[in-house]
């Protein structure tokens, strides 16, 4: 009954969610069904339901493998990096929009840092491209200038993880300071006023009160980042290294593996695709389960749920 009155009540409200709803389990709920397909040996003339079950054998093409371990690793390695270096940079950034108070400058200079969200990933390739390629990239060429001797970037896979890094932070943290910057926005001013009239220099402010009160929702996005802690960007990796074997050892991940082993095995390659798939949101879910689990027992106020 108090669901039903509930509903009544704010019916419009609920209305208004409608699309949302609709959207939501028809994007991510009914692909999910997809799964099926990690335990069939699926043929696209047969059907989901009219393929042969067989179990578990989807995943033997994945771990049974030499470099799966090695893949795992990179994809969790390269992950940290990204969500470590987003989250500080979009901070730092949320901080120091915060800070501007002539209102066309603020407006123009957040303009300019989420600007790169919106570049195509296949431009953004190119780019790092021209950059890094060879003699004839501008790295290269200025360091030529310079006296110094060249280096040969796509050839040297340990400086991969650091430059994809800073590529990912230059494409996203401007768009991710969006969320840090709106709930800065709802802070209550009289928090800064009596900071101000103890003698409190700005960075104290920040620091003793700007950062805790921004603390659960850095939690709370933390914990969705590593909800997808199993998954590489494919667009951004494959986009950029390809199929050069030389830098495998630090840039291969799960995504970019998958696909290549796909790309040269066509039998039941939808099922094995499914199968790493199925891998992958499991472990993230057990993932984001435990260290919401950890953040219950630290601080209860700042779980997800």
Known sequence: ???????????????????????????????????????????????????????????????????????????????????VAGTVMSLCIALLLNEIRHAYFKKVTQSLVILPHFISIVVVNLMVLNFFNGQDGMINRMLGQLGFDPVYWFQTPAVWPSLLTLIFVWKGAGWGSIIYLATLTGFSEEYYESARIDGASRLRQIWHITLPLLR??????????????????????????????????????????????????????????????????????????????????????????
Do not use: C
């Open 1 to 83: 009954m108090g669901i039903w009155r509930e509903l009544r009540k704010n019916k419009w409200l609920y209305a208004m969610t409608l699309p949302v709803v609709v959207y939501v389990f028809t994007f991510s709920y009914v692909p999910m069904t997809a799964h099926l397909l990690a335990f069939k040996q699926f043929i696209p003339v047969k059907g989901v339901w009219g393929s042969e079950w067989v179990g578990l054998d989807n995943l033997r093409f994945f771990f049974t493998g030499p470099d799966w371990l090695g893949v795992t690793v990179n994809t969790i390695y390269l992950n940290l990096l990204f969500m």
């Open 216 to 305: 659960p929702t850095i939690i709370v996005l933390t914990l969705l980042a590593l909800g997808r802690i199993f998954y590489g960007d494919f667009g951004l990796i494959y986009g950029i290294i390809g199929d050069n074997s030389l830098l495998f050892d630090s840039t291969d991940v799960i995504d970019t593996y998958t696909y290549r082993s796909l790309r040269s095995t066509n039998m039941n390659s939808y099922s094995n695709a499914a199968a790493v798939a199925l891998f992958q949101s499991v472990m993230g879910l057990l993932t984001i389960l435990f260290f919401n689990w950890v953040v219950r027992r630290v601080d209860h106020d700042s779980k997800l749920f």
